[in-house]
C-alpha cells in the first residue's frame, strides 16, 4: 500500500484538486483507492458525493473521525490535508505517508508561505525523515510571476515533480465528481502530460 500526503498550511494552493485527481487516476487505473480528507472543509469528500457510482470507485474516508479504518484490499491512500494543520498532526501524517507533495502557487503570498513552512518542516527534521516533491500549480508560463516562482523552487533543495497550468479542464471535471483522467482524452491531452512525472515520482516512493 502507497500512501500520499497532499500538503500546505495556506488554502487555496490546489490541495483539493491535486487530491482527488491523484485518487480518480488510480480509480481508473483499477487500483483500490482510497481518499481521506482531513480538510474541515471537505472539499473532497464533497467531489466524491458528486462523483457517486457515475466513475470508478473511490472510497472516501472523513479525516475528522474518532476512528479511521482503510478497507482491507486498499492498495493506494490519497491524504488531503487541512490548511493551518497543526505541529503533532503533521507529524502524524507525514509518519504515515510514502510520499508528501507540496502544491506552490505562482504568487508572491504563496511563494512566501511555502518558503515559512518548509523552514518550519526543516526545523522540526520531517524535511530530512519524508520525501517531499513540490508541484508548480496553475502556473502560466512565459510570464513574471511564473519566473519568480520557477527561480523560487530552483533554490529549494526538493524535487519539483511537476508543472500544472491553470486549466479549465479541472473545474469542468471537479462539477460531476470527475478528474481529467475521466475526461475525453483529446480534451485534456495537455494536462495528462503534465501529470506523467507526478505520477512516475509518486510510484517510485
Request: charged share 20%; with cysteine; glycine share 8%.
Amino acid at each position: 500500500m502507497k500512501t500520499t500526503l497532499i500538503v500546505n498550511p495556506k488554502g487555496g494552493c490546489g490541495k483539493s484538486t491535486i487530491a482527488t485527481n491523484l485518487a480518480s487516476y488510480y480509480a481508473r487505473a483499477g487500483a483500490p483507492v482510497a481518499l481521506v480528507d482531513y480538510d474541515p472543509q471537505k472539499s473532497s469528500l464533497a467531489w466524491l458525493e458528486q462523483r457517486g457510482a457515475s466513475g470508478n470507485p473511490i472510497h472516501g474516508i472523513d479525516g475528522g473521525a474518532k476512528r479511521i479504518s482503510l478497507p482491507g484490499a486498499t492498495e493506494r491512500v490519497v491524504m488531503d490535508s487541512p490548511a493551518r494543520i497543526e505541529a503533532g498532526q503533521m507529524e502524524r501524517l507525514f509518519k504515515f505517508s510514502d510520499s508528501v507533495l507540496l502544491p506552490v502557487l505562482p504568487s508572491p503570498v504563496d511563494i512566501r508561505a511555502a518558503a515559512q513552512f518548509l523552514g518550519e518542516l526543516m526545523l522540526s527534521g520531517l524535511l530530512k525523515s519524508a520525501r517531499v516533491g513540490l508541484i508548480a500549480n496553475r502556473v502560466r508560463e512565459n510570464t513574471l510571476i511564473y519566473v519568480n516562482l520557477e527561480r523560487f523552487l530552483r533554490r529549494v533543495k526538493l524535487p519539483l515533480v511537476a508543472h500544472l497550468r491553470e486549466a479549465q479542464n479541472y473545474n469542468r471535471a471537479a462539477i460531476s465528481g470527475r478528474g481529467i483522467f475521466d475526461m475525453p482524452p483529446h480534451l485534456v491531452n495537455k494536462d495528462l502530460a503534465q501529470w506523467k512525472p507526478l505520477i512516475r515520482w509518486v510510484e517510485k516512493g
